[in-house]
């Protein structure tokens, strides 16, 4: 708890690499080296960095998943990572990843991919079967709201003509949701 992850070019400078900083002494370290394509980091809730997104020359964008936890290696070794999910292009603005449950054996994300909208889904990272949270037939959902103690998305942001939190669960209703989470 006394240091933050944070990412940096000064290895090379057309990359950014993940590093560590221990806050009380100033001390960084190199976590993980970017092989070229990687353009975002995912940490899991143990600090682990299990989740990247890489960019493909078409503009599409794909989640790789490493399935061990550390290494004392800096290295990003490509056989460690395997393909979770692809967007095309025509997705990448409408779909995301947005984390790891509490136990770090499922994914959330938004995907817009074979449909109008982008949708809430939720990936089993052993089995790799998908199952969809929450759809709109005509807005975007934007983010989650995970309830910790349930280990489960019981709302989800949509953005109309302004953004709106949609309930997933009858006892927390509109009213109930924002007291919920202003308290």
């Not at 995912?42 to 960019?55: A, E, H, M, Q, T």
């Not at 990003?76 to 979770?84: G, N, P, R, V, Y």
């Not at 947005?98 to 109008?116: A, L, P, Q, V």
Request: hydrophobic letters at 35%; a negative charge.
């Amino acid at each position: 708890p006394n240091g933050i992850f944070f990412q940096a070019n000064g290895r090379n400078s057309q990359v950014f690499d993940l590093y560590w900083c221990d806050i009380t002494s100033g001390e960084t370290e190199l976590i993980m080296e970017n092989p070229g394509d990687v353009s975002a980091w995912y940490l899991d809730r143990n600090s682990y960095c299990r989740i990247v997104k890489v960019n493909d020359d078409n503009g599409g964008e794909t989640l790789l998943y490493k399935a061990t936890a550390g290494s004392d290696s800096a290295a990003f070794i490509e056989s460690d990572w395997k393909e979770i999910v692809h967007w095309d292009y025509e997705d990448v603005e409408t779909s995301g990843f947005y984390g790891f449950s509490i136990d770090g054996k499922r994914i959330h994300y938004g995907d817009s991919t074979g449909r109008n909208t982008a949708a809430i889904m939720e990936m089993d990272l052993a089995t790799g079967e998908t199952k969809l949270i929450d759809s709109d037939p005509v807005y975007d959902a934007a983010s989650t709201w995970i309830d910790l103690k349930k280990d489960r998305v019981i709302a989800v942001r949509y953005v109309r003509e302004k953004s709106e939190w949609k309930a997933l669960e009858p006892e927390i209703g509109a009213f109930n949701f924002f007291l919920y989470h202003t308290v």
